[in-house]
């Protein structure tokens, strides 16, 4: 039990929020509705409601918010409240005996008038059943010493460090995230496989050394079991605050186990974390993709599959969630410079480097626009691209209507074209439409660009544009902007 005391607006702020349970019966029913006169069979009628959409009685939507008024007169504020107006939005019914909890939340603050606009969520499991916005007045005219003091059965949140689930966190990218995040004072809960047990002891005593709480779950993702373990390690090791899922098996694993780990892992924790976001009003999902899921390399087609499922799955996720404060992002990568990717790269590969990852996954979560995720493309050497899943399709970069002023967020995929010789040329060859993107463009990473049709296309290119390029030169470009600079290299100098 808390004690709550009636505060004034100097020692509330945005933020502030409590959180309690509750459930109704049909005894509360009856209740109110000798107060309210509702006696509507739908809320009391067991034949009629099984007739209904909804198969059974609900509870009345007043009867679910009438904690609203506890809420304001006992907790935020408290008995200083002058509850002034609420709105109220139910979105999916209530049933009775279901547990419910009330989440509200300070969401802004108008100081000179002493009025606080409070968000709150009604939730159960995964479903935010209501939603309400209560505009509520703290009243100034009663002495601190006349204060009531009132015992409640809810649960005040305070913020406080921030804790990073990392699955994968013996990989070089979870590994150097963890680290990253540790020298900014987060807390961390980190899996890995049984085989990385040294690295992941060497790894912990690192991150305590930053002052960080560590915590380690030692098994995979592959099956139900580990996954049913996972999650009960997560209840017991406290309140994770942002979910970063980097494990995955190798490009070319097992479908069903590439398929399990990306998807199916990313959705069972991720609903186990729900729930303790929804009461929040609070909570960031960050997946690493790929950009194999835009360029669509021949033989990656059951890593892209999966890539591409966990990616439509946080869109879902931000379509569902985002206005109730959760955050889901999907950060695509290109080709970086790990252990994971050695065999799948050449010498002369561009490519990023863990930190620079881990740099990008801490800049989407510690955000502090009101931005509930999205999707994120990272390529070496190019500006972070941010965005909505899909963009990519068939590399078409979207051209605004000249008549009217294009939606701002579409500014990040509006990229220059490139006025170069190659350029034309290179869309002629692989019959490309003149609007294509080549940025990232080059072989194994723009279909149909492999390494026949790249010797292919430089004879092509020495035809058209009159130059020579020897073959080292052809080994040593293997991007469209190493191409785009040879050629004009080339021309210029004749």
Known sequence: MTELIGRTIKNLQVGDLVSFKRSFKQDDFRSFSKLSGDKNPLHHDQDYA?????????????????????IAGMMLPGHRSLYLSTSQRALL??????????????????????????????????EVLLEAEQIVQVRQDVSPELAPVHDSD???????????????????????????????????????????????????????????????????????????????????????????HCASPQVFGNPQKLMQVNFTALKTISHELIPVFLQRQEGRILFIGSSAVQFAPSGWEDYSAAKSAASHYMTSLQQRYGVHGLSSWVLAPGLIRTDFSKELRSQNDLCLMPEQVAEAIAALLTKKENQPGGYAWLEPGIELRQGRFGFHDNHQISRPNTETKPDSRDKPFLLPETHTEAAPLVREFFALSRDTDLTQAGVNTLPGWD????????????????????????????????????????????
């Open 451 to 494: 390494s026949l049709r790249h010797i292919e296309l430089m004879l092509f290119l020495e035809k058209r544009l009159g130059i020579k390029i020897s073959s080292s030169e052809i080994d040593r470009t293997k991007r469209f902007s190493e191409l785009e600079k040879l050629t004009e290299s080339k021309v210029k100098n004749g």
């Open 154 to 244: 809810c649960k005040i949140l305070q913020p406080g460090k921030r804790t990073a689930l990392i699955t994968g966190a013996s990989g070089s990218v979870g590994r150097v995230t963890a680290i990253t995040l540790a020298k900014q004072g987060w807390n961390l809960s980190l899996t890995y496989r049984s085989k990385n047990r040294q690295t992941m002891e060497i790894l912990a005593k690192q991150l305590s050394g930053f002052g960080s709480t560590v915590s380690i779950f030692e098994g995979g993702l592959e099956n139900d079991k580990s996954l049913l373990d996972l999650t009960k390690f997560i209840r017991k090791n406290g309140e994770i605050t942002d979910f970063i």
């Open 50 to 70: 099984a007739a209904s959409q909804f198969g059974k009685t609900i509870v009345p939507l007043h009867l679910v918010a009438s904690p609203l008024s506890a």
């Open 93 to 126: 019914p209530v049933y009775y005996d279901q547990e419910l909890t009330y989440s509200a939340k300070i969401i802004a603050i108008n100081e000179p008038q002493a009025i606080l606009t409070i968000r709150t969520l009604v939730i159960h499991g995964l």
